[in-house]
């Protein structure tokens, strides 16, 4: 009817209040013949019959869901208390490990490839599934409130809350479906608290040792020892993310690449 005549149909949703009011809807997605709906506070409903019943999904309760997304087999629920996921049509959501800095999440995108996750105070992040972790993306950005983001197989556009609209490249954030080539020099890599590095040499000129983000940026670390060429570093307060170290030598400058995660 081209939007002229209106259907209700809440058989199965939330009754009303103690103060006769319902709360309301704040996310959907339809991939017919399901449809999803996410409330403020009372998590996911579920309808395969044109939103003729509705039936409450398992795994997410008193939870305000803010946005609902498919990427392929998998669904994705961003709520106030982190990101849930479904491999059952939104039948059954299981919630991923807290992103970091903050759980609140206010958008999700997926390039066909890795999810990206925005949240009200913890900027952007990656969810690397192999490992179970995040890595976050949030050099340049002048504030960690995001209120929205989207983009395509190649580009990230967020929305921040007072300081604009920002773009960054992805394609080579996480190249080969996760990472970009990572260097057999180091190992473990990933990592999590310290990793070593296997040099070309066993002349390091002070200070030898520079690590930055694959931003560009400088960040600090410590050498915890040279054993034979090997140099071990203490890693553990990086936040999580790909890095790149720089070691220089009598000779030449060597470069390898890592990934720390939480």
């Not at 090997?230 to 220089?248: A, C, E, F, H």
Request: glycine share 8%.
């Amino acid at each position: 009817t081209d939007g002229q005549f209106w259907i209700t149909r809440n058989n199965g949703l939330p009754t009303k209040d103690e103060y006769g009011n319902y709360n309301p809807v704040i996310s959907s997605l339809i991939n017919n013949p399901i449809a999803l709906i996410g409330f403020a506070g009372d998590g996911i409903f579920r309808s395969d019959n044109k939103g003729v019943t509705w039936e409450k999904c398992n795994g997410i309760d008193n939870d305000t869901v803010r946005t609902i997304i498919q990427a392929e087999s998998e669904y994705y629920a961003g709520t106030h208390k982190g990101v849930y996921t479904s491999s059952d049509e939104g039948l059954n959501w299981t919630k991923l490990p807290d992103t970091p800095i903050s759980s609140d999440v206010s958008d999700l995108f997926h390039n066909g490839v890795n999810l990206f996750v925005s949240s009200r105070l913890g900027g952007v992040n990656i969810w690397y599934k192999d490992n179970n972790t995040w890595i976050t993306l949030n050099a340049d950005i002048p504030t960690h409130h995001i209120i929205s983001l989207t983009g395509d197989s190649c580009n990230l556009v967020i929305s921040t809350s007072a300081k604009g609209i920002y773009t960054r490249t992805i394609k080579n954030d996480l190249g080969n479906e996760h990472f970009p080539e990572l260097s057999p020099e180091i190992y473990p890599n990933p990592c999590q608290s310290t990793i070593c590095i296997k040099t070309k040499t066993t002349f390091i000129k002070d200070p030898g040792v520079v690590i930055h983000t694959i931003e560009g940026k400088k960040v600090f670390t410590r050498i915890l020892s040279t054993i034979n060429g090997s140099i071990l570093l203490d890693v553990s307060q990086l936040p999580p993310g790909i890095y790149v170290v720089r070691i220089t030598t009598n000779t030449t400058d060597e470069t390898y690449k890592f990934v720390k995660i939480m």
